[in-house]
């Protein structure tokens, strides 16, 4: 029903930049809309938990980020090309990790994303 795909992960020296982007498609968005639905980013670095990046609604385009990105990265979406964006900027070794794309259920802007990417690995250098 639903795939997400991500790309534009890779290594990068700290202080470098990155833009990840996640193609979506599958017969909910078609039947519903892409832009009924809120988009996210999550990440999980080795030994840790998943924690959530960043977010953005499908209509008015609200945003949220974790506080430990915040200036730093940024998240849009292009509906039309059902599509969304994370584009990295001064990235620290903390940053690495396997970035995952996520769809929240329709209706839904926080709680648990219901579809999820396979991962693209982003790592950064010191």
């Known amino acids: 029903q639903v795939q997400l795909v991500e790309s534009g992960g890779g290594l990068v020296q700290a202080g470098g930049s990155l833009r990840l982007s996640c193609a979506a498609s599958?017969?909910?968005?078609?039947?519903?809309?892409?832009?009924?639905?809120?988009m996210g980013w999550f990440r999980q670095a080795p030994g840790k938990e998943r924690e959530f990046v960043a977010s953005?609604?499908?209509?008015?385009?609200?945003?949220r980020y974790a506080d430990s990105v915040k200036g730093r990265f940024t998240i849009s979406r292009e509906n039309s090309k059902i599509t969304v964006y994370l584009q990295m900027n001064s990235l620290k070794p903390e940053d690495t990790a396997v970035y995952y794309c996520?769809?929240?259920?329709?209706?839904?802007?926080?709680?648990?994303?219901?579809?999820w990417g396979q991962g693209t690995q982003v790592t950064v250098s010191s």
């Open positions: 996520a769809s929240y259920p329709r209706g839904f802007s926080t709680g648990s994303p219901d579809y």
């Open positions: 599958g017969r909910t968005f078609t039947t519903y809309g892409f832009n009924t639905y809120t």
């Open positions: 953005i609604s499908g209509v008015n385009f609200a945003t």
